[in-house]
């Protein structure tokens, strides 16, 4: 195993360890290559999971559950109203305020529904994804889109500072553009690094002027776009924020945990 993978399973292994219920109902598992050292750290564990539902986020992650001997149930399928004990997923990059980009493995609709309807969310991820503003290694959002409203919601994004936005491409031999679990496209928009709320309030202008956008004022501008699923920005409250509020469900993590290239694992945790 390189160094990065082992990263990634250090840093599941504290993660699962720290956060998992002993008699958790229902949990969420994400997407992505991380996620399976979590169902992995899971397993060993060595609690009973006979009584335990796995909400999966898409089809890797169903296949994930159900190999791993554990029972998947649909995020459709659990009864309405039932908030989820845990939810773990990966990240394409975090900032200093744990809001997150997901979505490079094309699976972020799902996994901002689990997300949402869970009482905490744990991100885990190796330490190229731990990053101080959002963009600034990764290069791109990635957005989920009707396939009929693609090309004109390109058009938006290039209005909002996108430079060169562009329908991502299947991976595999047949030509034609990525679909999700959906039967969506994914469009990949690139912009400049985001700013954080703190950066306006210190006098840095994040309305898009000169395509320089504060985190959540960019997500809620492409949201709104006619077309647009979900954006692959998790920002806004974590969870136990919102329900302070008395809202239900946020899209942050409430921790993050990186596997550093020493060995060590890194945690940075939301303000409560
Ligand atoms: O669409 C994919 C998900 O958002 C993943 O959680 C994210 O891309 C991180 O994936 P990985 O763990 O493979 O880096």
């Not at 399976?36 to 986020?57: M, N, Q």
């Not at 990966?90 to 901002?112: H, M, P, R, S």
Request: a neutral charge; proline letters at 5%.
């Amino acid at each position: 195993m390189d160094s990065v993978e082992a990263s990634k399973q250090a840093a599941a292994k504290v993660a699962v360890q720290n956060h998992y219920p002993a008699d958790a109902k229902w949990v969420g598992i994400g997407s992505g290559t991380t996620i399976v050292y979590v169902v992995d750290a899971i397993k060993a564990l060595g609690v009973d999971t006979s009584l335990t539902r796995f909400v999966p986020t898409g089809y890797q992650s169903k296949q994930l559950i159900t190999k791993a001997g554990l029972t998947a149930v649909e995020f459709d399928s659990i009864p309405q109203g039932t908030v989820l004990d845990i939810a773990f997923d990966g990240a394409d990059e975090v900032d200093d305020d744990l809001n997150c980009i997901k979505g490079g493995g094309a699976c972020l609709f799902q996994e901002k529904l689990v997300a949402l309807q869970a009482k905490a969310f744990i991100c885990v991820a190796d330490s190229r994804k731990s990053q101080s503003r959002l963009l600034t290694n990764w290069k791109y959002i990635p957005i989920e889109v009707a396939p009929i409203a693609a090309y004109r919601v390109l058009n938006k994004l290039i209005e909002l500072g996108s430079i060169k936005p562009a329908i991502r491409l299947s991976s595999t031999a047949k030509e034609g553009p990525l679909k999700t679990d959906q039967g969506f496209f994914i469009i990949d928009a690139p912009f400049k690094p985001l700013l954080l709320p703190s950066d306006v309030k210190a006098g840095k202008d994040g309305s898009g002027v000169a395509g320089v956008w504060e985190v959540e004022t960019l997500a809620r501008k492409i949201k709104a776009i006619p077309g647009v699923l979900e954006v692959g920005i998790f920002s806004g409250l974590t969870a136990p924020q919102a329900q302070a509020v008395g809202s239900i469900g946020g899209q942050k993590p409430v921790a993050a945990y990186f596997g550093m290239p020493d060995g060590s694992v890194s945690v940075r945790k939301a303000a409560v």
